[in-house]
């Protein structure tokens, strides 16, 4: 039943129905979305953990991992935890002011994802390009303005959004066939004008992501340039191997993104809307997952400072024995 406001028919409530057409699996699809939810949690932990008490990690590098790995417990926290409750308990109710606050909290901080992945490879950029000026050029200082920057880009440019909807008269129902509140989603359930929300959606995802996927590009193409120019092969797999685990972290964070953007919009009724919610939501988890493996496996500090703190915890259990 739709409780609505007779003033302006806000609903006070929508129904989030998980993945539609697969709800007698949904059981089986929350338990890789629950390991990889609790992988991400942890292996996040982990890696602010070791950014903030090992000496060795203060660069800024690691500041701009320690962001990306906030980001994403963030990003991932947002959404699944609600499409568990879906999952396992049929909690599917979420009130309408919750539903913006989720929007927003998506929105504003997949954009923080993609501008801090933009910051870094910047960072390789001026780690490969400029060795000399490293630490002259990235002052923690103006590490905190970029991240703050990038913060701050996302909310107001999200901001807008949330208010568009609010906005809106809604009087086709309560029922969102999703798993989270996504914004046209829950725009197609109003019965007004909803133009202004798919342009000022297009607009966003220009802003950050084309700006940041322009910025992404030139600084590889610059640091492929450099690499390239180097007269020894080491010298060139040694330079090109700082780059490895966030070539990955792209992968992961834009891959997802670029299949919901482009069939969305271009996929027509060709793709099965499970399909489309599964991939979205891949794309809120996927990267807090992997992006802690990655950066442990691929980058010899944190994996020299993980493999410190095991063989300093076995030695403490032999002794105490």
């Not at 806000?10 to 998980?18: K, Q, R």
């Not at 809604?170 to 989270?180: A, D, E, P």
């Not at 092969?233 to 330079?239: D, G, I, N």
């Not at 990955?248 to 489309?276: L, N, Q």
Request: with cysteine; glycine share 6%.
């Amino acid at each position: 039943m739709i409780i609505l406001n007779q003033t302006d028919l806000t609903p006070a409530s929508f129904i989030l129905t998980g993945i539609p057409g697969l709800e007698d699996r949904h059981f089986w699809i929350s338990l890789p979305f629950c390991t990889m939810y609790v992988v991400a949690v942890v292996g996040n932990c982990g890696l602010l953990y070791l950014i903030r008490y090992e000496g060795s990690l203060h660069k800024s590098m690691y500041y701009f991992l320690a962001m990306l790995s906030l980001t994403d417990l963030v990003m991932c926290t947002t959404t699944i935890p609600k499409a568990l409750c879906i999952f396992w308990f049929h909690l599917k109710e979420i009130s309408f002011d919750e539903c913006l606050v989720q929007m927003f909290f998506i929105y504003a901080f997949t954009g923080m994802e993609s501008g801090v992945l933009m910051l870094m490879a910047l960072d390789r950029y001026v780690a490969i390009c400029y060795p000399l000026h490293y630490s002259t050029i990235l002052t923690n200082p103006i590490i905190a303005k970029a991240g703050l920057a990038t913060f701050l880009r996302g909310v107001l440019l999200v901001i807008p959004l949330t208010f568009i909807i609010k906005r809106l008269p809604y009087c086709r129902g309560n029922i969102i066939h999703h798993t989270y509140c996504d914004h046209m989603a829950v725009a197609k359930l109003s019965c007004g004008n909803i133009k202004i929300n798919v342009i000022y959606g297009l607009m966003v995802a220009l802003l950050i992501g084309g700006f940041d996927i322009l910025c992404i590009s030139v600084s590889y193409t610059m640091i492929l340039w450099a690499v390239v120019s180097l007269s020894s092969a080491e010298a060139r797999r040694k330079a090109f191997s700082t780059c490895t685990a966030h070539i990955y972290a792209i992968v992961f964070s834009y891959s997802p993104a670029f299949f919901c953007f482009f069939s969305h919009r271009f996929g027509g009724h060709k793709i099965p809307p499970s399909c489309h919610i599964i991939v979205a939501n891949i794309y809120l988890l996927l990267p807090p997952t992997m992006n802690p493996i990655v950066y442990g496996v691929k980058t010899k500090q944190i994996r020299d400072c993980v493999i410190r703190i095991l063989l300093g915890s076995k030695d403490t259990k032999s002794h105490s024995m």
